[in-house]
């Protein structure tokens, strides 16, 4: 697994490199390095030496969930300009730092409704990592969506295609992990 990540942070650093003043290139680059980093920090983990610490458990935890987040929003951004920028970005580009705040809310609400009944520290960390399916069914659907409505307003037939090609690799790389993380 982490052959592939490195192997897609290496793709998205040679597109930056050739094309760095374009925000599809640009969103691509921080779309793989949160996915790297995440994947990193989560597979390496936690070991039993490590829960000795409480600051090693939240610091595992915290770059976990935040990686995580960026990597969820980062793919919406992705979404959003990729084969060019939607022309609501023209006009509202404010838009782009409320989607990477947005993911934390339905994160909150996952956390804040189950920490009553998580009532011991053990079962608070898993509640706090599985919650991160609340980001992953809002945010893939967005930008499922939001790359369905840029295929609908694609001016070209090559953006139809690149986005045909986005949406396959979304398809057949991402779908069986998504229904598995939700479920």
Sequence with gaps: ELVFLFYLEIVSLLVFVRRPHLPAAQGLFLLSTTILASGIVFFLGLQASDLRYGWMVFLWLWASVFLYGLMAAGLLHFSLVFPRPRPVL??????????????????????????????????????????????????????????????????????????????????????????????
């Design 90 to 183: 023209e006009h509202h580009p404010w838009i782009l730092a409320r989607v990477y705040l947005g993911a934390w809310l339905p994160y909150a609400m996952l956390v804040l409704t189950g920490w009553r009944s998580a009532t011991t520290a053990s079962a608070r960390l898993v509640l706090a990592v599985q919650s991160t399916s609340a980001i992953t069914a809002v945010y893939f659907l967005l930008a499922i969506l939001s790359t369905f409505l840029g295929y609908r307003l694609s001016q070209s037939e090559v953006e139809r295609r690149q986005l045909r090609w986005f949406v396959w690799a979304m398809v057949v790389a991402n779908l069986p992990w998504v229904t598995l993380t939700v479920i």
